[in-house]
């Protein structure tokens, strides 16, 4: 299986590269009060059926697949669980450690 989980230091650096996609996969209340800047929002139950569409717009607007896809929920969980289930079906993804709460400071212990 082609998934790893990446600390939010190693998220920040992939930011930076103009092939990043990000994917939150928190509710879509959550992702319009607040997201990590260009993330786009991704209904979780739906994530792996929809991803291939997903991949395919990207394609077509940038000329590229992205050279790297970081899923993202709020505490790392269901993001874990959904990067498995993508790698399973041979997609190299990644996952947020500790998720959207990490990234902002406010995880729970």
Not at 11 to 17: A, H, I
Not at 73 to 90: E, F, K
Request: net charge negative.
């Amino acid at each position: 299986m082609n998934y790893r989980v990446i600390s939010e230091k190693t998220l920040k650096e992939y930011l930076q590269e103009a092939d990043t996609l990000l994917i939150d996969l928190r509710s879509r209340s959550d992702y319009e009060t607040r997201h990590i800047p260009g993330a786009i929002w991704l209904d979780w139950e739906r994530a792996v059926s929809e991803f291939p569409s997903l991949l395919k717009d990207y394609e077509a607007a940038h000329d590229r697949l992205p050279a790297h896809i970081v899923l993202y929920c709020d505490s790392g969980h269901i993001s874990l669980i959904t990067a498995r289930d993508l790698a399973v079906r041979g997609y190299t993804v990644m996952s947020l450690n500790g998720g959207f709460h990490r990234w902002h400071g406010t995880a729970v212990s």
